[in-house]
């Protein structure tokens, strides 16, 4: 079992910063990918960022591509999610997730390829 935690959420104004980190602990040798998902009020969970577990590869969704930057804490076994020039578009709530399966190349971006899950954390962005 893997067991995942995010932080770092809170409240900041368009255009400002703030960095999320995910830390898995349990069987994390079982890890082959993490993804970031967020889900705002009303709104389906939809993909943001994913890395693979040994931080060689990454993918990003459209509308953060170039604002986020998604990286691997090693000795920490900890993943980060850098989030610059933040919008109000991008308030909700953001979960980290781990899958198992050399198939997460292929479909690092859908949300029922994760096995694990955090317990999310809030992104408020005011205009």
């Known amino acids: 079992q893997v067991q995942l935690v995010e932080s770092g959420g809170g409240l900041v104004q368009a255009g400002g910063s703030l960095r999320l980190s995910c830390t898995a602990s349990?069987?994390?040798?079982?890890?082959?990918?993490m993804g970031w998902f967020r889900q705002a009020p009303g709104k389906d969970r939809e993909f943001v960022a994913a890395?693979?577990?040994?931080?060689?590869?990454?993918y990003y969704a459209d509308s953060v591509k170039g604002r986020f930057t998604i990286s691997r804490d090693n000795a920490k076994n900890t993943v980060h999610l850098q989030m610059d020039s933040l919008k109000p578009e991008d308030t909700a709530v953001y979960y980290c997730?781990?899958?198992?399966?050399?198939?997460?190349?292929?479909?690092?971006?859908?949300?029922?390829?994760?096995?694990?899950w955090g317990q999310g954390t809030q992104v408020t962005v005011s205009s």
């Open positions: 890395i693979s577990w040994r931080g060689d590869s990454t």
């Open positions: 997730a781990a899958e198992r399966s050399v198939s997460w190349y292929r479909t690092y971006g859908f949300q029922g390829s994760y096995d694990y």
């Open positions: 349990g069987d994390t040798f079982s890890i082959y990918g």
